[in-house]
């Protein structure tokens, strides 16, 4: 049998090869340091795992859901003003199986075969995913030290402005932990009309922002629910990545095509979830903000750490995760990661996975606690790779 030509876009090979050395040193009883996968190790709030308890135990709630649950779309628009100042209407809100799901189904839902889609590189490889399931044209923006990791949409030819159906933006991004400076917005927005893109926000670290800064949401923007949409995820705010609970947000025809499309293969979000996402909306906030400190911690543990042992880590301004570039003298950031793994235990995420202009770079999730993080640098000294 012959398989869709579009699989040939997808490969895990990278991660594969890496989750194979991990098996296969962890049968020998090596101690392994796994700071690859971005799934926060903090508990989800008790209120949250109760509402989903209660929900559960309801036979009713385990028939087809068929919709959003009105009051979760309530509790959505209340999250919103609350939180970030931005008046919602529930028809500019439908619930997504996380990220993930939403932006697949959105380039399904937008886009027909040789559109131009615009990502940056590097981005969370999703975005990319996206594209190719759409079967469109990716054009990749760059993300670089010199900008700050930020996009400038100046760079982008006119051509290439003209020719694009949205463009997707991540800040806090993930993987470099840039954080939006003031007014990239707006310099977003003017682009946009200026071209007729829409703006694809994904927000989902607003929650996890360092040094006193304070997350925002890209919709908070005069202009932004007629020129975008943006993603919102409890995921890594509440600890309930499982779950899959997203919301695409903003403009109404996007989210009422990417609506369309969803009703013609799912049956709605398991209701239990939906009273879940309902109790973290509603609910309190305190270790949202307290996780946010322990995180810095690590951050902090992880670059002034490494500082010490000669490997310059700039402290990342927001996200669960740290941009490290590779120590001197490494060239591959595959072979680096292998190396690390093999002879200190330690385990990342080559920058290559995310794009070429993240060759250079390995992705650290900030997923252990300061005094671990200590222990996997100790290893990576001990092990003698930063003085090879």
């Not at 996968?37 to 989800?44: A, M, R, S």
């Not at 859901?65 to 919602?88: H, I, S």
């Not at 925002?216 to 923007?221: E, P």
Request: net charge negative; with cysteine; proline share 7%.
């Amino acid at each position: 049998m012959k398989f869709a030509h579009k699989l040939n876009n997808f490969g895990a090979e990278i991660f594969a090869a890496l989750n194979e050395k991990k098996l296969e040193l962890e049968k020998t009883g090596r101690v392994i340091y796994n700071m690859s996968v971005g799934t926060p190790d903090f508990e989800p709030p008790a209120h949250i795992v109760q509402a989903l308890r209660e929900a559960a135990a309801d036979p009713q709630c385990w028939k087809y859901a068929l919709r959003d649950l009105p009051e979760m779309l309530e509790a959505v628009c209340g999250y919103y003003k609350r939180r970030f100042g931005v008046d919602l209407l529930p028809e500019q809100i439908m619930s997504c199986y996380g990220t993930q799901e939403g932006v697949g189904h959105l380039a399904m839902a937008l886009c027909d075969p040789g559109d131009l889609v615009l990502l940056p590189d590097p981005c969370y490889p999703v975005f990319q995913a996206g594209v190719f399931l759409a079967e469109a044209t990716p054009w990749y923006y760059p993300l670089t030290k010199e900008t700050g990791f930020l996009p400038c949409v100046n760079e982008i030819p006119e051509d290439v402005a003209h020719r694009a159906k949205f463009m997707i933006v991540s800040l806090p991004a993930n993987p470099v932990g840039s954080v939006a400076r003031p007014g990239i917005y707006e310099e977003l927005i003017a682009w946009a009309k200026k071209y007729d893109v829409l703006i694809v926000h994904d927000n989902a670290y607003s929650d996890i922002i360092f040094d006193g800064e304070k997350g925002g949401s890209f919709l908070a923007v005069p202009g932004a629910l007629e020129t975008g949409v943006e993603f919102f995820s409890l995921s890594k705010s509440f600890n309930v990545t499982g779950a899959r609970i997203s919301f695409l947000i903003g403009r109404r025809d996007v989210v009422d095509a990417v609506r369309l499309l969803r009703s013609q293969i799912d049956f709605g979000m398991f209701l239990p979830i939906q009273k879940a996402a309902i109790a973290a909306l509603t609910g309190p906030v305190d270790s949202v903000k307290e996780q946010c400190r322990l995180y810095q911690e690590r951050r902090d543990a992880l670059c002034l750490g490494a500082a010490e042992l000669g490997w310059d880590i700039p402290l990342g301004k927001g996200s669960m995760f740290v941009w490290a570039p590779l120590p001197a003298g490494k060239t591959s950031s595959m072979d680096f990661c292998m190396e690390l793994l093999e002879k200190a235990g330690v385990l990342c995420t080559p920058g290559s996975s995310f794009g070429p202009r993240g060759e250079g770079y390995v992705r650290f999730a900030l997923v252990l606690p300061p005094e671990k993080i200590r222990e996997a640098l100790l290893a990576i000294d001990e092990s003698g790779l930063l003085r090879a």
